[in-house]
């Protein structure tokens, strides 16, 4: 792999590969520590290739897993400190890990520790020879798990060549050098832009300067972490510059080195984009759209002043390199420039499906014959239309929805709300608010009634469902509602209980 032999090269140069919460690993401490962790796998575990799951948020321990588990031919699972232990087990069932390391203080049955892991690596002799071992070709690099319909996460699968096919079209978008430069690496390791910093920064020898949940937690902390990382490359989702651009000290002058803002996951504003144009004179801003299906990005666009002044949301941009994104109508066949329909991709960068589910890959993946070469395809479920060659988005097939950079299946928390214990029914609605999601709103109907007022019942009502969802996934205001309206279909009136939040 790419990211393996780029960071054994940068080992020899005495570089810094990462930074958190002021505990550092270079180049080389990543290389060594990863090549035990590796050992220690081959060894204890042989030729079983199950996918090592991780627990945890920012640990500098985590991109060493990371590396050791593609070393070793496997692919890593990494779930956040957000996602409720009934849902990392529901998890580590269905890859049937051999390997669980968990760096939270929940409690999992036979997982390694943080101690555990450094123990390993002190003890533990790493051996030459590990090359022969590493993640190739169509092998499974990571597997990230989204929320489904069902109510049950889906693994998206993505292997090495996804990866190269990724790294290679967007290192060069990105314009990306040998420089040491620092890279913030914000992102939750089980979203899938955390890849950038994780893939193209280490490959491009870069510092990753990590946030963890503590830092950004305490506003001070974070600014202060700013201040003093020489950030050049900043990725993260839209919501994390527009909590910092409240504050008037988010300028230049705080991060003076900055060169690029990237952003992906959610709709990025105009608004949030004038106000960064104003305090950033001159910083490169990039768009970027992509489900996790698709390996990170699809497409991606510089913003310029111009669209600003466009009546149009801001583009999702231009095709990656050597794919191919069309649009089609409800029979499948592709529409005219500027007209509206369902974006389907078709690239080497696409999954070769979920993990373990047929029937929902069955649904949404295919393969075509493209100029004499078998590219896999997915169906988005994204409305979008072309203007030359530029591609707009306009929102969800279905009721599948980007929130905070969360991809969320509206389903999956209602079929979760349903199992609370004296939920009768529900309707889950996202709020929109300066053209994307701000929060979401459920309304309830209750088994029985418990005298207590809409406030109270929603306090019990929240508590439970975090036993179930991450917590980005509960709804910021749930509402006791006698019966829901019903339109002229027989089902539930969705547009009536919008009017009433609004």
């Known amino acids: 792999m790419r990211l393996l032999e780029s960071v054994k090269k940068y080992s020899t140069q005495g570089r810094l590969a990462v930074i958190c919460d002021g505990e550092r690993l270079t180049y080389r401490e990543l290389d060594e520590m990863s090549d035990s962790m590796a050992t220690y796998f081959i060894k204890e575990f042989g030729q079983d290739r199950s996918p090592i799951v991780i627990h945890g948020n920012k640990d500098n321990l985590i991109l060493v897993l990371m590396l050791a588990a593609l070393k070793s031919g496997r692919a890593y699972v990494p779930l956040d400190v957000t996602f409720p232990i009934e849902r990392v087990k529901q998890v580590i069932n269905e890859v049937d890990a051999k390997v669980v390391v968990n760096f939270t203080e929940e409690a999992l049955d036979g997982s390694y520790s943080k101690k555990d892991i450094e123990n390993i690596i002190k003890n533990i002799k790493s051996e030459s020879g590990l090359v022969e071992n590493w993640v190739k070709d169509d092998e499974n690099a990571y597997i990230l798990f989204t929320s489904g319909s069902t109510g049950k996460p889906k693994g998206v699968q993505i292997s090495k060549n996804n990866l190269d096919s990724f790294n290679d079209w967007f290192g060069k978008y ?5 420089n040491e430069d620092v890279m913030m690496n914000q992102v939750s390791y089980s979203f899938d832009v955390s ?19 503590n830092t950004l937690e305490n506003f001070k902390l974070l600014f202060n972490t700013l201040n003093e990382s020489n950030i050049k490359y900043w990725v993260s989702t839209p919501a994390l510059a527009e909590m910092c651009i409240r504050d008037v000290n988010f300028n230049s ?32 801003i990039i768009n970027g759209y992509g489900p996790t299906e698709g390996t990170v990005l699809l497409s991606a666009i510089d913003v310029t002043e111009g669209m600003l002044e466009d009546e149009r949301s801001i583009p999702i941009g231009y095709p990656l390199e050597g794919g191919i994104l069309k649009i089609v109508d409800d029979k499948n066949n592709e529409v005219k420039d500027g007209e509206k329909g369902e974006l389907l991709a078709l690239s080497k960068s696409i999954s070769k499906g979920y993990f373990n589910n047929e029937e929902m890959t069955s649904k949404v993946f295919f393969t075509e014959v493209i100029n004499g070469q078998i590219l896999r395809g997915y169906k988005t479920g994204d409305m979008a239309y072309y203007d030359n060659g530029i591609l707009y988005y306009c929102g969800r097939k279905d009721f599948q929805i980007k929130l905070n950079g969360f991809r969320i299946e509206i389903e999956d928390i209602e079929n979760n709300l349903r199992k609370v214990s004296n939920i009768n029914n529900c309707v889950v609605l996202p709020v929109y608010k300066d053209e994307k999601i701000s929060h979401l709103s459920s309304f309830v109907t209750l088994k029985e009634d418990n005298g207590l ?28 509602i006698n019966e829901f309206p019903i339109n002229t279909n027989g089902k539930v009136d ?9």
Do not use: C, Q, W
């Open 494 to 502: 969705r547009k009536k209980l919008m009017e009433e939040i609004k």
């Open 453 to 480: 007022s809409s406030l109270k019942n929603s306090i019990l009502i929240k508590d439970e469902l975090k036993k179930y969802i991450p917590s980005y996934m509960v709804p910021r205001n749930i509402k006791v």
């Open 195 to 213: 890849v950038i910093p994780i893939y193209l920064g280490l490959i491009h020898g870069k510092t990753l300067n990590s946030l963890s949940k």
């Open 253 to 284: 002058n705080l991060m003076p080195n900055l060169r690029t803002f990237f952003f992906a996951g959610e709709v990025l504003s105009k608004k949030l984009v004038k106000e960064l144009m104003e305090r950033f004179k001159g910083v490169r």
């Open 174 to 178: 990105m314009d990306l050098d040998e």
